[in-house]
T-cell receptor, first 116, second 114 residues
């Protein structure tokens, strides 16, 4: 039981390049989330998926797209990376449908992304 | 709107001393409150949460928090800290019945000194 896994762990991009961050959970959870963590700002929600087949914008969605590929997997795509997207990205999941964050969220280990 | 303020960005404390990490939220309506902990180079994990009932909530690793509605606070306490408690601690809030998601505070880095 691996919980929430994220790949890659580290990534360096040049401005304008694209990439996809992968996330998978093996807990049969219904809701999944993508956050970014910046120093002194806590975690900010980028996108979330309240159930398989649905996605919604969070607090800071600009410059990102997501895909809920199936119940297990939720990917985050940067189409044209910018230095402002340098951050640590966390994927999380929770059991309930609806994804409002009341039930416990389980986090992956994070992806550290640097955009030059 | 919901927001949460963690008043201290860094809290150094000696091993076996007590600690309090402060959290205040801004909302005039009912809220749910959470504390998450992030150990170095790891994701966050839930320490404890307040949904309803007793205002004193006990969590994992000996931590507890008290919900104070009049002061809109949810401070985290531990009577005696260990080196292994060194981590960043995040308070989070969500308004009851709101369609909005969880809002996290900016975090407090707790460093336990030998």
């Amino acid at each position: 039981n691996a919980g929430v896994t994220q790949t890659p762990k580290f990534q360096v991009l040049k401005t304008g390049q694209s990439m996809t961050l992968q996330c998978a959970q093996d807990m049969n959870h219904n809701s999944m989330y993508w956050y970014r963590q910046d120093p002194g700002m806590g975690l900010r929600l980028i996108y979330y998926s309240a159930s398989e087949g649905t996605t919604d914008k969070g607090e800071v969605p600009n410059g990102y797209n997501v895909s809920r590929l199936n119940k297990r997997e939720f990917s985050l795509r940067l189409e044209s990376a910018a230095p402002s997207q340098t951050s640590v990205y966390f994927c999380a999941s929770s059991e309930s449908v609806g994804g409002r964050g009341i039930d416990t969220q389980y986090f992956g280990p994070g992806t550290r992304l640097t955009v030059l | 709107a919901q927001s949460v303020t963690q008043l201290d960005s860094q809290v150094p404390v000696f091993e076996e001393a007590p600690v309090e990490l402060r959290c205040n939220y801004s909302s005039s309506v009912s809220v749910y409150l959470f504390w998450y902990v992030q150990y170095p180079n790891q994701g966050l994990q839930l320490l404890l949460k307040y949904l309803s009932g007793s205002t004193l909530v006990k969590g994992i690793n000996g931590f507890e928090a008290e919900f104070n509605k009049s002061q809109t606070s949810f401070h985290l306490r531990k009577p005696s800290v260990h080196i292994s408690d060194t981590a960043e601690y995040f308070c989070a809030v969500i308004i009851v019945g709101s369609a909005r998601q969880l809002t996290f505070g900016s975090g407090t880095q707790l460093t336990v000194l030998p």
